[in-house]
């Protein structure tokens, strides 16, 4: 049976997709919302910074469920080895 280890390489591409799109999206609310108040450029850096922020915070907790499931992984994998060491 084939164990899979840490983030697959899905996963990294996923994360940089959603990182890229949802920069993209800010960029576009925040010209769009620029074009509709007269406010240029102040929304678009307000929403490229804001959409940054929450890419990166969606990469962050990302990134933390996958070392919990590493070290779930981990623990269950030491739980069985020590269980099998003890018959000779």
Known sequence: MHEQRGVSAGEFAGIGIQFALVILVFTAAGTWLDRRLGTSP?????CVFI???AAFYSIYRKAMDAQRRD????????????????GT
Not at 71 to 86: L, T, Y
């Open 42 to 46: 102040w929304l678009l850096i307000a």
């Open 51 to 53: 959409g940054a922020g």
């Open 71 to 86: 070290a779930a992984r981990r623990a269950e994998r030491k739980k069985s080895n020590s269980g099998q060491g003890s």
